[in-house]
């Protein structure tokens, strides 16, 4: 039987395309929902065009009390009875309460090349550190941010004259690569690292 597969997203949702056009065919898994904390993120028209189920949210409403949204979030999710959570580009931390009951079961994508630049503004860190090589990871996720076992990486050259934007439109596109193919693995049991370079 197919896994079912949330996609939590934020913002533009590039990712989670790829991820929900990639679950057709002999794929072992199947999209169920797209859930957003942001009522804005163009990503809910682009899965909603693509017939799946989207959600909305918000964690305005809660202060910043991450359980109450949290708890919001799982009676949402409820229905969808999802076997898996794919995170792509969502812009919460999640508490340990929530990460613990998806243990092993839920993924993240994250633009640097852990257990370098854990957190925001990875490309202006890794340009500052003066890197040759920068990328994106696929890891599974637990309490401490950014940093469960890692599922794979893709690595890109940083080149002369890059700023942020530039490497950010080069990580993109390995993002689109390595995600895809890790969660098609994930799907099928293999937790086996994968790795590609540009
Ligand atoms: C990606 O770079 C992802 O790694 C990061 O946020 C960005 C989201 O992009 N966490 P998109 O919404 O998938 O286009």
Request: glycine share 10%; charged share 20%.
């Amino acid at each position: 039987m197919s896994r079912r597969v949330a996609v939590f997203i934020s913002g533009s949702g590039s990712n989670m395309v790829q991820l929900l056009d990639s679950m057709t065919g002999d794929h072992p898994g199947r999209p169920c929902v797209v859930l957003s904390n942001e009522p804005t993120a163009a990503g809910l028209d682009k899965a909603q065009a693509r017939g799946v189920a989207t959600e909305i949210i918000r964690h305005q409403p809660f202060s910043g009390d991450r359980a109450a949204f949290e708890s919001a979030v799982s009676a949402a999710l409820a229905p969808y009875a999802p076997d898996l959570i794919c995170l792509a580009g969502f812009m919460r931390k999640l508490t340990g309460g929530f990460t613990d009951q998806w243990q092993g079961r839920m993924l993240n994508i994250h633009p640097s090349l852990l257990p370098k630049y854990k957190g925001l503004n990875t490309h202006a860190r890794a340009l500052a550190a003066g890197d040759s090589q920068h990328g994106c990871t696929v890891h599974e996720v637990t309490a401490a941010l950014d940093d469960g076992p890692i599922l794979g990486q893709a690595k890109v050259p940083v080149l002369e004259g890059d700023t942020p934007d530039t490497l950010a439109d080069r990580v993109l596109v390995q993002e689109h690569r390595l995600y895809p193919m890790v969660l098609r693995r994930f799907c099928a049991g293999d937790r086996t690292p994968v790795h590609l370079t540009a």
